[in-house]
């Protein structure tokens, strides 16, 4: 079965920073395009970044842009979404996405319906 595990999430002040994982099983991580999207309560998912599987060509949300990075390694198995400079705005669950043998290997949708596998979620709050 494919799973999809995050990390790392947790309470961190405004102005800190979080390093997010996500680890993959159960698929062919090389040949999936990977996303990492967050959800506040009340609010629709929303793209945070993307990155291809091939060149690791990455795709940023303007609201994290500049903030963020999105990285992976496929002999772990395993991307990332390291976030300084962070805001109450970013409190959300943070959920990463996988999609096998995306079209254009070298880009990652940014749309949550283009991914076909998502993880738990992993809670970030961000204090005032």
């Known amino acids: 079965q494919v799973q999809l595990v995050e990390s790392g999430g947790g309470l961190v002040q405004a102005g800190g920073s979080l390093r997010l994982s996500c680890a993959a099983s159960?698929?062919?991580?090389?040949?999936?395009?990977m996303g990492w999207f967050r959800q506040a309560p009340g609010k629709e998912r929303e793209f945070v970044a993307a990155i291809s599987r091939s060149f690791a060509m990455t795709s940023y949300a303007d609201a994290i842009k500049g903030r963020s990075t999105i990285s992976r390694d496929n002999a772990q198995n395993t991307v990332w979404l390291q976030m300084n400079s962070l805001s109450p705005d970013d409190t959300a669950v943070y959920y990463c996405a996988a999609r096998p043998t995306y079209s254009n290997a070298y880009e990652a949708p940014t749309k949550p319906d283009l991914y076909d596998y998502w993880g738990q979620g992993t809670q970030v709050t961000v204090s005032s």
């Open positions: 159960g698929l062919t991580f090389s040949s999936c395009a």
